[in-house]
């Protein structure tokens, strides 16, 4: 059984042993260990509000949950409920509830908000400030490492924890065909063209420095098991720079830069949406109204200039 429901829980209790099932099946059909987390995490949290078996699982103790974390974000507690949902459908499918309580519950609404891409002036400082792209010889392999992970983020428009899973296997460097295939949510794998020559030449830079031969691209420094930085680390690696940068920017807002810079440089919308996987266009379109905004700033600011002549 998963240790972390044995430490929270212990083997005895009535929901330890269905959640662990569940956990289990959710693995076995493809879940990244991102969403394993959170959903163990959101479940967990669940499970205080519930006495007695699964089979006796009603909507009051959904409502309560729900009632408990009112404080979070709209977001937060959409994906919270998302996570009993699933478990609530799984162990109807199992023969575990006769009913879905889920299906009394209504859904939580969440405002769409546009995206905040970077200044590629603020991202360019930043990544510069961990080292240059002609790297000297005596920088440290981690903060090598460092430079290609962001750059990597920004220049392919990945998320923070797709790019910390890639694999060598995952490069493909043939001259002038450069790409790179990333594992995306749900299972889902899309191909990358690598573009930039700068990058593409620091990337091989990298990866010749540290002459690996399988495995992890992006590797942990401190723990010696040769496993993937993980998010966590990235994240805590990120604000580091920023902070030495004197810039404010969240890791995913590397991300959000990129898909705006290709809206605005007339990309159409589906080879974006392609690029950056998204599941449908509309998700896709926020950086189109994003675009319009910003079109909007540069209307008024020359409006402005208009009138102080």
């Known amino acids: ?36 987390r ?26 309560e949950f729900l009632t408990a974390i009112g404080a979070l974000s709209a977001a937060t507690r959409k994906r919270k409920r998302a996570a009993v949902a699933s478990w609530c459908k799984w162990a109807v499918r199992h023969d575990l509830l006769d009913a879905n309580p889920m299906d009394k519950i209504d ?10 891409p970077a200044a590629a002036a603020d991202v360019t400082r930043v990544i510069n400030s961990i080292c ?25 428009g990945t998320r923070a924890a797709e790019a910390c899973t890639l694999d060598l296997d995952d490069f493909d460097l043939r001259q002038d065909d450069e790409h790179v295939r990333i594992h995306g949510k749900g299972g889902t794998v899309r191909t990358v063209l690598l573009d ?15 002459d690996y031969r399988f495995g992890p691209a992006f590797r942990a420094s401190i723990n010696g098991t040769g496993g993937p930085l993980s998010y966590d680390a990235a994240h ?18 590397l991300r959000h830069a990129h898909a705006t810079e290709l ?21 896709t379109q926020l ?23």
């Open 263 to 283: 809206i605005n440089a007339g990309v159409p919308i589906e080879v974006v949406r392609r690029r950056l996987g998204h599941a449908s266009t509309e998700t």
């Open 196 to 210: 930039d020559r700068g990058y593409v030449t620091l990337l091989k830079l990298y990866l010749g420095r540290a």
């Open 38 to 63: 959170a959903y163990r995490g959101d479940l967990l949290q669940f499970t205080a509000h519930c006495d007695g078996q699964i089979a006796e699982l009603t909507a009051p103790p959904i409502r």
């Open 236 to 253: 805590h690696r990120w604000e580091y720079y920023c902070e030495a940068a004197g810039v404010d920017i969240e890791i995913h807002q």
């Open 107 to 116: 859904t939580i609404k969440v405002a769409k908000n546009l995206p905040r």
């Open 132 to 156: 240059s792209r002609r790297p000297r010889k005596d920088v440290p392999l981690d903060r090598l490492r460092d430079r290609v992970l962001f750059e990597t983020i920004y220049v392919c």
């Open 1 to 36: 059984m998963d240790p972390v429901i044995v430490e929270r829980l212990g083997k005895e209790h009535p929901l330890a042993r269905h959640l662990d099932d569940f956990l289990t099946d959710q693995r076995n059909a493809g879940a990244s260990p991102h969403t394993l």
């Open 287 to 309: 950086y189109t109204l994003l675009a319009d905004d910003v079109a909007d700033t540069e209307i008024r600011a020359a409006r402005r200039r208009r009138e102080r002549r």
